[in-house]
Structures are given as structure tokens and as C-alpha cells.
């Protein structure tokens, strides 16, 4: 089972939230947006990130009137404006011509995130959507890539950022081939090798080359099996 994050992997969403963070604040006349209130919402909930930003603004808003303005702006962002990342929807159309079974593991909200993928058409083309939200488990423990795995059968590979290496992907025993989201991720390779990943791509498009060696149509006769992340991709 192939197992992709959303944000970052295969949505292009980085910094949506920011932008968010910049629409919301500019409603109320409060431009440019504080670093320091950015760290803070960053690690924090929304309704926890909702209390900070009218007690540190003085809004007139109630913490959930403020956290559900966050969520609408969020949901037509998904639902109608962010785009797949590049090569993301070829790889996707490999996959699928294999016969590998895929899913979505992210952390993203569960609404957010089926919006986006149905927007593009792809809802169905995932065996399931694993969130931390619903399963209540964070990306750093073990348990949330078990129970994935439950589901996905003993062979499984995930695929996300580079720059977010977890302990949990690794004690669980799982493959990872990772994404970065930034031009400084590309930089990554070494810290993916010394983070224990077995696979670095330096983008979507060249994990495909990596994995397709050659591959020009379906049927050419090649393997069904997985793609074994034994690949480090630098160019791409």
C-alpha cells in the first residue's frame, strides 16, 4: 500500500494558512502579520490559536466565530483553489495503471482534505483517508501507522515532505521516500539519510522516473510489486 500525506506531497498548500493568517489579520487593519503570533498558531489548536488572536487583538469576534471564519476561508481555498502538486497526478495515474493499492495519511482536517482530493477528481482513486483527527492520533506515534498499516496490508511506503522526518514512521518499520516543499529541501539528502529514510526524491516527478525506469505505457510487461525506495533522486 502506498500511502501519500496531502499537504505538500500532493497539494500544493504550503503557506495557506499564512495567507489565511494575512487575510483574516488585514480584515481588522492589522498588516503585516506578526512572526512571533505566527510561531504561536502554528503550534497550537484553532480554537486554542482563536483565544490567542482576539485576546491579543482585541476582536470583537468570540474565539469560535473566529475559528469558524478560519475554517471557511480554509475550506474555499481547498475546495476551489489549491492546485496538485506537480507531477503528483501522473504518479497517480502510474500507480493506479499498476495496480498498487493507495491511501491518504495527513494530518490535515478530514473535510479539508476530501474537498481537495474530490476537486481534482481523485477522491476514488485512494482506498481510504487515514487523519490524525479521526483516528486521534499524532504523526509522531507509532500506533497511527499500525493501524494504517492494518488496513494496507504488511508491504507499506509513505510518501511525504522531506523536511518532516518523524520517529513514528521509522518505529513503526515502515518505508519512507521523502518529498521536500521548499527549495531548501532539496538540500535534504543527507539529513533523509541520517534520519534513517530509505528513499530521498527531489520531487514527485523524479520519484516517478526512479520507480518507472523506462516506463512509457501501461502493459509494457514490467512488475506489479512496489516500488522499492532504494532510489536517491537529486535532480529533478
Known sequence: MLFFDLDGTLLDSN????????EFLGRHGIAPVPEDYTEYVT??????????????FGL??????????WLQMARAAYAG???????????????????????????????????AL??????????????????GLEKRDPALYRLAAAQGGASCLRIRPATALR??????MWQGCGIPCTPAGRRSCAACAAAGWTAWSSSLRSWRRACFPGHKKAGDGSSNELPSP??????G
Open 15 to 22: 503557506g495557506i494558512w499564512l495567507d489565511i493568517d494575512i
Open 118 to 135: 474530490e476537486r481534482h477528481g481523485i477522491a476514488d482513486w485512494f482506498r481510504g483517508v487515514v487523519t490524525t483527527q479521526e483516528t
Open 81 to 115: 483553489k489549491l492546485e496538485l502538486k506537480p507531477g503528483a497526478r501522473a504518479l497517480l495515474e502510474r500507480c493506479r495503471r499498476r495496480g498498487w493499492d493507495m491511501a491518504v495519511l495527513t494530518s490535515c482536517m478530514p473535510e479539508l482534505c476530501r474537498a
Open 230 to 235: 532504494a532510489c536517491s533522486v537529486e535532480n
Open 60 to 69: 470583537s469576534e468570540t474565539a469560535e466565530e473566529i475559528r469558524q471564519t
Open 43 to 56: 503550534h497550537h489548536s484553532p480554537l486554542d490559536a482563536a483565544r490567542y488572536t482576539r485576546t491579543r
Open 167 to 172: 520517529r513514528g514512521r521509522r518505529a513503526s
